[in-house]
């Protein structure tokens, strides 16, 4: 029998290799990803990044339609608070993440599938380290409910 990961259910398929969507801000976060690749980082492959000028501009509605075609995880990776350069945006981003976190786990769908990550430019180390966490994250919770 095929277990289905649920909340507080532990995925054992050892196959499962979950899929990753980050959006990126262009001035930081997507910048970093650059220098992760240049400075040769190592993190799981399981990543595909979106580029956008700024997290503000990640609608809610992007990451709904990620899950629903076949995304295991969302990462929306900001400029730190205070240093966007869109001046307050990502302070908007951090509000509409706490609401789709609740509006995640009214429809069943944990909210460690969702994470909203501070990642300046220079933070290489970072990146790699949040990348590498969320997808061991994304394995042990196995795939998304709405990609069963």
């Given at each position: ?17 979950p ?7 262009n001035?930081?976060?997507?910048a ?10 190592k993190?799981p492959?399981n ?7 700024c997290?503000g501009?990640?609608?809610?509605q ?7 075609n076949g995304?295991?995880?969302v ?13 307050s945006?990502?302070?908007k981003t951090?509000k ?8 995640m786990d009214?429809?069943?769908?944990e ?12 933070e ?9 966490e969320?997808?061991d ?11 069963r």
């Amino acid at each position: 029998m095929n277990q289905k990961a649920t909340t507080g259910v532990k995925n054992t398929d050892q196959t499962f290799e979950p899929n990753l969507l980050a959006f990126c801000c262009n001035w930081c976060s997507y910048a970093v990803a650059d220098l992760a690749g240049l400075s040769r980082l190592k993190y799981p492959p399981n990543i595909r990044i979106i580029r956008t000028m700024c997290s503000g501009r990640v609608d809610p509605q992007f990451v709904v339609d990620a899950f629903e075609n076949g995304a295991d995880g969302v990462l929306i990776a900001a400029c730190h608070l205070g240093d966007c350069h869109y001046i307050s945006q990502n302070y908007k981003t951090y509000k509409r993440v706490n609401l789709l976190h609740k509006l995640m786990d009214s429809f069943g769908i944990e909210k460690d599938r969702l994470r909203l990550e501070f990642i300046s430019a220079g933070e290489g180390n970072k990146f790699a380290d949040t990348v590498i966490e969320m997808v061991d994250k994304l394995r042990e919770l196995g795939p998304s409910p709405l990609n069963r």
